[in-house]
Structures are given as structure tokens and as C-alpha cells.
């Protein structure tokens, strides 16, 4: 591979050379059997795989052999969502699936191939939203039919279309902190897990937002983007992920950012290694840590651009949202929670938060401090152990609601989007993460700050609304174990 990675919209349209040989590889290695572990079902399956579903989506036949590699989970249902291994893993995913289409395409065509990125967040592009052609077309320019477009997505699907709240936006690229407090509760990258988990818990910035929505636009509920266990098969994947995965070298780039320093994040995780497979369907594969895909490690690759559409230029310090000290210096204190599980169905369910009135007046009087020395707080909304069976439901939280009122026409109380994915992966019962379901974390600062002025927060009580989005309904709820208000401490550096 050497030739860089390149923004999709600036290859040309329709058929150009990169997106043409991507089809022709893709074609090639979806003819091999998955038990290869170049195959296209084997590289997918890696992400995620459940026989029975594969089956009942016609990816593979009942009478296929499922390699025991897969089923016993050292290569199979390997991806790493709610927790600080996301953006490595996947980092070494796009690496080891790059080099496998690499090869094809070298050995079908003898042209170089890198993998190119969707910058769906490119503000001066005005078509960046839209689905390259070559992933709409019915058939290749020789008439066989498109792999590209194989699997299914949403209905009609052409472009990312985000509804007003449904916060598709690079807002995570303002946070400074790869991770704050104990467990890694708030920051870009996510919760800190010691072990292997799928699944584990405290979902990060980036993968919430852009990650989790652009896999929602694109799959819905019936579409392979939009569930965990059938997302690896769609190309569009490997573009999607290529763009997250710059979001995170661009972040890392930017003054004033600071990455996890732990060295279990670096050797981890603790009890078993994440293996890739290589070129050749059955060469042994590569175990690695997240510290082979930072810099001068194995599976590092550079970007062509790191400042069109990433909110951020390296090499300048951003004028950051959050800018609290170094995150060690900064502490987390829970100053209330609500009392029991909230179920929403059809309708929007309401729940209340006593809070600390004197941790909260306080954090209130310190929330807009900007002198170096002086403190300075956020507050933030914690969605703990969230349980459902949809694959990647939409979640719409408002804090203090009026009683009755339509959501709709409180724009002003909205206090965040959340797109689940991965709920149904992370809910099962017998998965191996026995249920436990996925954490989020809204910051409220700015809206508790226009509360305070509309004289409409009281430092006793919040008053929370969780209204569904796509995928909740009656027959197929979403919980939420625990919802508490966090308080982020630290002093103006
Ligand atoms: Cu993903």
C-alpha cells in the first residue's frame, strides 16, 4: 500500500479506479468460503456473528462450515463498542482488511489500493452527505451486478439524512480529554475496560456521535449498518470507520488534546490478545495491543488530511469547550440520581432527579469561569446499563420538560441524541457481557446555564423526559437501569 488515504468525493464520480477495483475485490473475496479468512464473511464476522441471523439473512447457508476460529470467538465477534479500546481496535480492523483488499486488487489488477474515507462532515463539500454512486449502482460498468450494493440498508437510502435532533454533528471533537475519571466515565474515547468486552459499558464521544449516527442513517432497523452483528458486510463500513478513525488521528494531533496515558490501555486489554488475520486465507494471524496502532506501530497508516471536515487543525490549539486541566487534576462527584428504571415505549416517559442543592449551586456558580486558576465545572446527564433489543434505536433526552408539552416545541430543552447501537448485542442475556447493557453521557452544561437565566433550574430536582426515536416502540422498549447527574470539577488552565 503505497498510495495514501484519500477523501472518497475528491476520487471523481461513479466508477473511478479506487471504488471500481474495491468492487472487484470485494466481488472475488465474497466468492471465497468463510471458513478463508480473507473471505468477505470472514472479515465481517469478525465485527460480529450470530449463525442463526447470518442464516436468516441469506449471508450464509445452513450447510456452510463455520470455522471454529470464529465460533470460539478468537477472530469472530471481536469489535469493541463502550469502551477505550474502540477506536484501536477498529484501527487495527480497517489495517487488516485494507492489506487483504490491498492484495486481491494488486493480484486482479496490478494497481496499488488504499482505502479511502467518507468525510460526510465536510462543511464546504455540499454533496458530502451524499452516497458515493458507486455504492447506489444497480450494476458494475460490465453489467454483473454490484457488490458494493449487495446488502441491504434503509429504504431508499441515498444520503445521510439527519432529522433536527438526531445530532449528527463533530461536537466530540471539542471535548479535550480522551477519558476523565476512575472509569473513564466522560471523554472522546470511552470507558476504561481492563478485559476483552464486545460490549462494555461507558460509550465515548466520538463513537456516540459521529459513529453510532452515521450507522443508524445509513442501516435503520432493517439495514446491515444498523446492527452490530451485520454491519462488517456492508462496504460502506470500511468508509464510515476510515472517516472515524481520522477523526481520532486528527484529535490526537490537535494541541491541547490529551490521550490516555494507562498503561493498561497501551498492553491491553489484560486477559487475552485482539488478533487480525493477514493476506492469505490461511497465514496465521497478528496479535496486538492499542499501542501497534498509534505512530510507528504495525498498524499505524497516515491520512492525506487531517483539518477538511474534522472540526479541528492539527498543529493549532483548539479554542476548546472544555478546557478543565489535565484530566487526572479533574474530578467526577455524582450530585443526584432518579430512583428507579425508566421503561419508553410508544410514549415519552418522564422521571425525576433529586439533586444536591448546595454540590449544585455551586457547580452553577462556577460553570462559565474562563480565569486560568479559577474553578470551573460541567455538568452532565449518565444513561447507565441501557437495555433493548433493536439494533440501533434513537433516544431523544429532555431535561425539565414542562408537564404535557409536545417535545417538539421545546427545541430549548432538548438536551441530547442518543443512537443505541449495539443494544441488541449488549442486552442479550447469555452474551458475554451477560446483559449488562451500554452507558451514555450527555453534557447539560450549556443547557443548565440557559435554565439558570430562563429562571427554570431548580437546584433541588431535575426533571428528566426520554422521548423515542426510530426502532422504540410498545412492542419494543428501551430501559435505562439508572439516569444520574455527574458534576466534572477541574480548574481553568
Ligand atoms: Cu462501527
Known sequence: ???????????????????????????????????NRNSWKFLGAMHGFRRQLWIDEHVIKATDTIPTDLTNDTYGNQCQHGSWYFVSWHRAYLFAFESIVAAKVKELTGDDWALPYWNYLNSSNPDARQMPDAFLAKTLPNG?????????????????????????????????????GNDGTLGFGGGITGNFEQFD????????????????????????????????????????????DRLWEAWMNTPGKTMVRDPRWFEGPADRRFIMPVPGGDAPGVTFTSQDTLKGGKYYRAYDDLIS????????????????????????????????????????????????????????????????????????????????????????????????????????????????????????????????????????TDLAQRLTSAGDFDPNHLRVTLVPGEQISQDQPVTVERISVLKRSGVVS
Open 1 to 35: 500500500m503505497s498510495t495514501s488515504r484519500q477523501d472518497v468525493a475528491t476520487l471523481g464520480p461513479g466508477w473511478n479506479k479506487v471504488l471500481l477495483n474495491y468492487a472487484l475485490a470485494m466481488q472475488a473475496l465474497d466468492e471465497l468460503p468463510i471458513a
Open 201 to 244: 459499558g461507558m460509550t465515548g464521544d466520538l463513537e456516540g456521535n459521529p459513529h453510532n449516527t452515521v450507522h443508524r442513517l445509513i442501516g435503520g432497523a432493517q439495514g446491515f449498518m444498523g446492527n452490530a452483528l451485520l454491519a462488517g458486510l456492508d462496504p460502506i463500513f470500511w468508509l464510515h470507520h476510515c472517516n472515524i
Open 144 to 180: 454483473a451486478p454490484n457488490p458494493l450494493n449487495k446488502y441491504p440498508r434503509r429504504p431508499g437510502f441515498t444520503a445521510l439524512q439527519p432529522g433536527p435532533n438526531d445530532g449528527f454533528s463533530l461536537v466530540a471533537m471539542d471535548e479535550n480529554d480522551f477519558l476523565v
Open 309 to 444: 471536515g474534522t472540526g479541528v487543525t492539527p498543529g493549532e490549539e483548539s479554542v476548546a469547550r472544555v478546557k478543565m486541566g489535565l484530566p487526572n487534576q479533574q474530578t467526577i462527584q455524582p450530585i443526584g440520581a432518579n430512583a428507579a428504571v425508566v421503561t419508553v415505549g410508544g410514549t415519552p416517559a418522564h422521571t425525576h432527579i433529586d439533586l444536591e442543592p448546595l454540590a449544585t449551586t455551586k457547580s452553577m456558580a462556577t460553570m462559565g469561569a474562563t480565569t486560568p486558576g479559577n474553578e470551573v465545572a460541567r455538568l452532565y446527564l449518565s444513561l447507565e446499563s441501557v437495555r433493548g433489543t433493536a439494533p440501533s434505536p434513537l433516544l431523544e433526552v429532555y431535561v425539565n420538560l414542562p408537564e404535557g408539552a409536545d417535545p417538539a416545541l421545546h427545541p430549548d430543552r432538548h438536551a441530547g441524541s442518543l443512537t443505541l447501537f449495539g443494544l441488541n448485542v449488549a442486552s442479550e442475556p447469555d452474551g458475554p457481557h451477560a446483559g449488562n447493557g451500554l452507558g451514555y453521557t450527555i453534557d447539560i
